[in-house]
């Protein structure tokens, strides 16, 4: 029913920037607002772990390893949400998925909310 799409992923060298969008689709406006929103990444052989979240009230909350480096951001308007991906390091190499949840669901759990194909990002120089 509602679907994500991520988008802007690609290869970086180490030091370098992406800023990824994920737009959600099949729901209004009003219900998107209403939503959490979050990024989570799966590199080769790990799990998929949270990397940043924002509610419906635009609080953000982000992993310890990329604070400082990392930016989620929401506009409502287009039902899109950002990650501003900055000072990349080989390690930040992962598949970023989207997904949406209600405000109050728990991002520790990854059956929750609905989830994008994902984007690929490679850090490699």
């Known amino acids: 029913q509602v679907q994500l799409v991520e988008s802007g992923g690609g290869l970086v060298q180490p030091g370098g920037s992406l800023r990824l969008s994920c737009t959600a689709s099949?729901?209004?406006?009003?219900?998107?607002?209403?939503?959490?929103m979050g990024w989570y990444r799966q590199a080769p052989g790990k799990q998929r772990d949270l990397v940043a979240n924002?509610?419906?009230?635009?609080?953000?909350n982000y992993a310890d390893s990329v604070k400082g480096r990392f930016t989620i951001s929401r506009d409502n308007a287009k039902n899109t949400v950002y990650l501003q991906t900055n000072s990349l390091k080989p390690e930040d190499t992962a598949v970023y998925y989207c997904?949406?949840?209600?405000?109050?669901?728990?991002?520790?759990?990854?059956?929750?909310?609905?989830w994008g194909q994902g984007t690929l990002v490679t850090v490699s120089s």
């Open positions: 099949r729901i209004s406006r009003i219900i998107f607002s209403s939503n959490a």
């Open positions: 997904n949406l949840r209600a405000d109050s669901a728990s991002w520790d759990l990854r059956s929750l909310g609905v």
């Open positions: 924002i509610t419906s009230r635009g609080g953000t």
